[in-house]
């Protein structure tokens, strides 16, 4: 088996001048969770569809389990779940019939298909809207179907193309339930969406594309421990007495900056990411009399780690990854309908 599950190297898609993904490199562990994190447009719908084999690449390398999606796009079919942002429904079927459709279209048969199709239905709770028409289901009904459509076939790797748009909050906490059992039971999870807390809650990992480049792979926490934008770290400091006295005494103070006032005290940067500078910071502040009760060091949510990325690559502070640009295109980019 390969190493890694998915496997995508100097990927370029262009549509025409438009560069839609430009030289994007990264891998996927095998059970893990990674969310696809970019702005609109930012090439992420693009890359995962190549992925799907639902469209060809301009250049470059992409794998599902070590199998070449170009090469080999039935093969990979058989391997993956592909859930697209937007799902085509019929009308007049139910959801028993639909589930029991693409059963069919996977080669199941007989007492195999009604075990399968019954499994999926349990999985995602939609024995009780059996005999409801699939195209009269709300829209976190019809993304339980549309996750059933793409389990049938028991896939190694689920693509998932922004599963949680349009829900509200309570499907959105089902459907975060289902990705995380899913995941222990040992699938691979590729996964964009917009609502970044919601994906760090889930992933392993985070992949941030801005404008077809990689700008960022890594765990959630690393980002939200990482500096601001100014190169520093934010504390919440609370004393007792009058909280003015620290935004007076950062005032006199070498590389600590108040930022705001709060209730009982405020918030400051300290440059840097030394946890040894803020633990002498918070010494001199006691040794010159401030009363301090608590001293936290503040997560940066992941919106603002994310906008802060980008904040640093537009200063031309952190560089995108840089890959060759592609000479020739190495497939006609004339896509197949999905
Ligand atoms: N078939 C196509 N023909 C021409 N341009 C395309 C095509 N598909 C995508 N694009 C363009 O490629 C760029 C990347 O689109 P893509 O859908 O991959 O972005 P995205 O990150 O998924 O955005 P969103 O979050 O809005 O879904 C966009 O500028 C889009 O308009």
Not at 139 to 162: A, F, N
Not at 172 to 200: C, M, N
Not at 203 to 213: I, K, T, W
Request: aromatic fraction near 8%; glycine fraction near 10%; charge should be negative.
């Amino acid at each position: 088996m390969s190493d890694s599950a998915i496997r995508v190297h100097n990927l370029y898609r262009y549509f025409g001048q438009l560069k839609a993904v430009n030289g994007i490199s990264f891998e996927i562990p095998h059970g893990s969770v990674c969310g696809f994190v970019g702005a609109n447009g930012a090439g992420k719908t693009t890359t995962m569809r190549i992925l799907a084999s639902l469209d060809y690449p301009t250049m470059g390398l992409a794998e599902v389990c070590g199998i070449n999606v170009v090469h080999h796009p039935e093969e990979v079919r058989r391997l993956i779940g592909w859930m697209p942002d937007h799902f085509g429904n019929y009308e007049h079927m139910t959801v028993l019939e639909y589930l029991d459709f693409y059963a069919r279209a996977f080669g199941y048969s007989g007492k195999e298909r009604r075990t399968r199709v019954q499994e999926v239905m349990e999985f995602t709770d939609l024995i009780p809207l059996a005999d409801r028409f699939s195209n009269k289901l709300s829209k976190g009904m019809t993304q339980r179907l549309c996750l059933g459509r793409s389990l049938l076939h028991d896939p190694q790797v689920l693509i998932m193309d922004e599963p949680a748009a349009g829900l509200d909050p309570k499907a959105r906490v089902e459907l975060k339930h289902l990705i995380r059992v899913l995941a222990d039971e040992g699938k691979t999870i590729f996964i964009s969406s917009h609502i970044l807390s919601e994906l760090g809650e889930m992933c392993d990992s985070l992949l941030f594309v801005n404008e077809g480049r990689i700008v960022h792979h890594g765990d959630s926490e690393s980002l939200k421990q990482g500096t601001d934008a100014a190169g520093g770290m934010l504390y919440d400091i609370q004393v007792c007495g009058d909280p003015q006295a620290i935004s007076d005494w950062c005032v006199v103070q070498p590389h600590v900056e108040f930022l705001e006032s709060r209730k009982q005290g405020g918030r400051i940067r300290i440059e840097g990411n030394d946890p040894k500078r803020a633990s002498d910071i918070l010494g001199r502040m006691i040794k010159d009399g401030l009363t301090i009760h608590e001293f936290h060091k503040e997560q940066r949510n992941l919106e603002d780690a994310f906008i802060d990325m980008l904040g640093r690559i537009d200063r031309g502070e952190t560089a995108m990854a840089e890959t060759p640009a592609p000479q020739e295109p190495s497939f006609t980019p004339s896509a197949p309908t999905s």
